[in-house]
């Protein structure tokens, strides 16, 4: 089998139309490797019992503010702080933030396949076949590791089923990333350890917002599109 190498106060009244004065709130498979030269192992299958720390990072292995993110292409998977116990071979799945038992996930496992050294950073990934074709997810280097491990970006995925609505309109849907050693995936992801995350949707503009006329979608409009006077520039009511 092949494997590549890649490098790594005046008071004014408004009154707010339609806004209440409250409101609540196990085959080997090719493999790239991040540095140059390594020597070549047969997969190893990973423990069942102790699982390395991951999480959901930049490319950079950088965790977002609240692990959360503003495009899923930005969304990648950092490993640190593993051992011995935890050498060997995982598959990564993108799990529904409302259940874990759901793989969002749309490509074949076998292009999620990594391997985790001695010291518990990503130095490898697979090759795997999705639809009969050669599949393999993009790489970068974990610049938070010193030992020049890789992260490894998340998508493609589904969108998941959880999703909070705040009050400006703008939404947040929830994920998880969960790791399984591939000598125990029987098809489904384990339910065991999790690393949320989520993506900002931003709520877009209501070109009707503002006209003084509370239109579909909107829980007021006191003719503006500014925050802070009971009505939101999104049209919502807010807490006075």
Known sequence: MSRLPIYLGAFSFVAL?????????????DK??????V??????????????????????????????????????LAVHGGNQSTIGDYY????????????????????RRIHLNAIGIIDAVYNGMDNGASCTHATSVDTISIDGGLTVKLLPYA???????NTDGS???????????????????TEGQLAPFAIYVPQLPNPLCGNGVVDE??????GNRVSGDGCTASCLCEPM
């Open 17 to 29: 139309v339609g806004c209440a004065t409250t409101q609540d709130s196990s085959d080997t498979q």
């Open 171 to 189: 939404k947040k849907i929830h994920y998880a990333i969960e790791l399984t050693p591939v000598r125990d995936y029987e098809g489904l992801p």
């Open 39 to 76: 020597s070549v192992h047969t997969p190893t299958p990973g423990s069942a019992k102790i699982l390395p720390k991951f999480y959901a990072s930049y490319a950079s292995g950088f965790r977002a503010l609240d692990d959360t993110f503003e495009l899923g292409d930005e969304v990648y």
């Open 32 to 37: 790239l490797s991040p540095v140059a030269p």
């Open 217 to 222: 979608g909107e829980e007021c409009d006191d």
């Open 92 to 111: 990564f799945h993108v799990v529904d933030g409302a259940n874990a038992a759901v793989s969002l996930s749309t490509d074949d496992v076998s292009c």
């Open 159 to 165: 969108d998941s089923s959880a999703v909070t609505v």
